[in-house]
Nanobody, 124 residues
Framework: QVQLVESGGGLAQAGGSLRLSCAASGRTSSRYAMGWFRQAPGKEREFVAALSWSGGSTNYADSVKGRFTISRDNAKNTVYLQMNSLKPEDTAVYYC?????????????????WGQGTQVTVSS
């Protein structure tokens, strides 16, 4: 089992920045790819970004390319999502996720572990 705990959400103005963190515990010896999803009210959960265990492979949703950056520190068992140039449409609950591969970590039904989510609200 792997436990994922997100932090760093909050309120930001449009054009601002936030950095989310996701701390993993438990069976962290397994080399999971890590990712972020988000879910806005009344909408389905959608993929945001994913990163391989080594950090050498990444994948981003088109809506966040060039604005968001995913990274990880395996020594700290932590993955980050740096969000810049935030837009009101980025408002959502953001979930950390662990999957077997980067590709699997882009598909909600393929995720092995989920965090509890952290709220991000962007005001215009």
């Amino acid at each position: 089992q792997v436990q994922l705990v997100e932090s760093g959400g909050g309120l930001a103005q449009a054009g601002g920045s936030l950095r989310l963190s996701c701390a993993a515990s438990g069976r962290t010896s397994s080399r999971y790819a890590m990712g972020w999803f988000r879910q806005a009210p009344g909408k389905e959960r959608e993929f945001v970004a994913a990163l391989s265990w080594s950090g050498g492979s990444t994948n981003y949703a088109d809506s966040v390319k060039g604005r968001f950056t995913i990274s990880r520190d395996n020594a700290k068992n932590t993955v980050y999502l740096q969000m810049n140039s935030l837009k009101p449409e980025d408002t959502a609950v953001y979930y950390c996720a662990a999957g077997k591969t980067v590709v699997a970590t882009t598909i909600p039904r393929m995720i092995d572990y989920w965090g509890q989510g952290t709220q991000v609200t962007v005001s215009s």
